[in-house]
């Protein structure tokens, strides 16, 4: 069975800069489009960004454009997400997930994203 672990979180000051990283097990990850999502309590999930399977498509919420970056190793079975500039807005937990919902697998436990002085 494929999963999806977050990993890379922490506290930052705004304007400061974090990598995450989504890894996969299992088979078909370089086949598979990858979105990072987010969320705070009392709040939805939001889309944040997402990878098509070979890398060549990428997109981005509003919110983070400009400022985050989505890329992927298939190599690594690794999908990353560079995010710049941070805000204390940006502060959530970090999901990744495939590109696809109606393949969405059940959510990992994220990783926590604090952006504060």
């Known amino acids: 069975q494929v999963q999806l672990v977050e990993s890379g979180g922490g506290l930052v000051q705004p304007g400061g800069s974090l990598r995450l990283s989504c890894a996969a097990s299992?088979?078909?990850?370089?086949?598979?489009?990858i979105s990072w999502y987010r969320q705070t309590p009392g709040k939805q999930r939001e889309f944040v960004a997402t990878?098509?399977?070979?890398?060549?498509?990428?997109a981005y919420s509003d919110s983070v454009k400009g400022r985050f970056t989505i890329s992927r190793d298939n190599a690594k079975n690794t999908v990353y997400l560079q995010m710049t500039s941070l805000k204390p807005e940006d502060t959530a937990v970090y999901y990744c997930?495939?590109?696809?919902?109606?393949?969405?697998?059940?959510w990992g436990q994220g990783t926590q994203v604090t952006v504060s002085s």
């Open positions: 990878i098509t399977s070979g890398g060549g498509y990428t």
């Open positions: 997930n495939w590109r696809d919902s109606s393949s969405w697998i059940p």
């Open positions: 299992g088979t078909a990850f370089s086949s598979r489009g």
